[in-house]
């Protein structure tokens, strides 16, 4: 049993030895200790959960010294667009941020994008749509035909603005009208900010119009053209990496996506079904 022991004994020096001598030589201020992380963002913006969660996650970790945010998106709800701004502008307090913009990153993708260090697309990458859509649904027509009437009870008379039982009025339209301008301004402020450039240039181009990849470098909307890699390697040049970084890539199942729909149909039909929705959103008809 002693002899047992002792080579038991001697087997856990070695390997505590080892461990100590892995800790000591692993690089640790460059090369292959210093990470790049990729965090996908795909389809409508919807649920920033676990988008921010995921940058927090690794605005903590010292092995991370860059995050790549792949975009796939025709945009999203305002209010999701925005707090995935956000957390990209906290990150950048302590990481290196770049954008990758894949087939499309426009209206609320390409919000997000702006918020980052520098951004990167592909030629044909569909970008733009700088500007805010509300979208309502009105089967009052049809609901005649068939010989159905609804009937709303409410406890002011705007309460109901955007019902499918009857058009807008001329003092709906304008109110909601209201609310596009001041988001839209918010939208021309952002891109401002984070392409540093004035309000006035920005607004020239902020009426929905899409762009290329190729026509926003012209434009000044993205810095770069390239792809993923091109990415990565541009995060970890400026973040100083030395040699080849370690990439951490999402899950495959999508554990750091927005929520993803599959059809324009089903998009408008979540809003319609949830309530009216203020959108950074390209239109059904360009993806």
């Known amino acids: 049993m002693s002899v047992v022991k ?10 505590l ?3 100590i001598i892995a800790l000591i030589i692993s690089p640790r201020g460059h090369g292959r200790g210093d990470k790049v992380a990729v965090v ?5 913006i919807f649920d920033p959960f676990e988008v921010t969660q995921t940058l927090e ?3 903590k970790r010292e092995d991370i010294k860059a995050v790549v945010i792949r975009i796939d998106s025709p945009g999203g709800a305002v209010g999701p667009s925005q707090e995935i701004y956000r957390a990209v502008e906290r990150l950048r307090q302590t990481k290196t941020v770049v954008a990758s913009m894949g087939a499309v990153a426009a209206s609320g993708g390409y919000y997000v994008a702006a918020a980052t260090e520098q951004i990167v697309a592909n030629p044909g990458t569909i970008t733009g749509s700088i500007g805010v859509i509300v979208e309502f649904m009105n089967a009052s027509e049809l609901l005649d035909k068939v010989g159905l009437k609804g009937r709303v009870i409410k406890s002011g008379k705007f309460k109901d603005i955007g019902s499918p039982l009857r058009d807008l009025t001329t003092e709906e339209a304008g109110l909601i009208q209201a609310v596009v301008n001041d988001v839209n301004t918010q939208f021309v402020k952002a891109v401002a900010n984070g392409r540093k450039k004035s309000f006035e240039e920005v607004e020239k181009i902020a009426d929905g119009r899409i762009f290329s990849g190729s026509q926003a470098l012209e434009l000044g909307l993205v810095d770069k053209l390239g792809d993923l890699k091109d990415a990565i390697d541009l995060s ?3 973040a100083g990496i030395k040699g080849i970084p370690e990439v951490i890539y999402p899950a495959k199942k999508g554990e750091m996506l927005t929520s993803i729909f599959g059809s324009a149909l089903t998009n408008n039909l979540k809003g319609y079904l949830s309530g009216m929705r203020v959108m950074y959103l390209l ?5």
Do not use: Q, S, T, W
Not at 40 to 44: A, F, L, M
Not at 283 to 287: A, E, S
């Open 236 to 238: 970890a040049k400026l």
């Open 17 to 19: 030895v080892i461990f």
């Open 57 to 59: 996650k690794y605005a």
């Open 6 to 15: 002792n080579l038991l004994a001697a087997l856990g020096l070695v390997m």
């Open 283 to 287: 239109p059904n008809g360009v993806r």
């Open 40 to 44: 996908k963002i795909e389809g409508v």
